[in-house]
């Protein structure tokens, strides 16, 4: 499983990064949840809140937003968009 993150201001990229997690012995669920920390990591933000709008795109679309409403720091995009590749 592979998760891509970009990040975003005024609709134009600032960085991208992606994280990959191939260990099969581990869940969906847990497995979302560490490539997600990993990927803040990689790109050196706080991790974000997590809501059921997020939840809900990921599951359709393998999408997803964040936007910095979501974030408890002050960050310096307006948007954290979030891409898994099963």
């Known amino acids: ?4 993150g970009r990040l ?9 990064k ?5 260990d099969e012995t581990i869940g969906f669920h847990d ?3 560490q490539l997600f920390v990993d990927l ?3 790109l050196e ?7 059921k709008k997020n939840t809900r795109e ?3 679309y393998r999408k ?5 409403d979501q974030f408890l720091e002050k960050v310096y995009f307006d948007k954290f968009v979030l891409e898994l590749e099963v």
């Open 18 to 22: 992606s994280v990959v997690n191939k």
């Open 8 to 16: 975003v201001k005024n609709n134009m990229p600032l960085n991208d």
């Open 40 to 42: 803040c990591k990689e």
């Open 31 to 33: 497995k979302m949840e």
């Open 45 to 51: 933000i706080p991790v974000p809140i997590w809501l």
């Open 1 to 4: 499983m592979k998760l891509y």
């Open 58 to 60: 990921i599951a359709q």
């Open 64 to 68: 997803t937003y964040f936007s910095n």
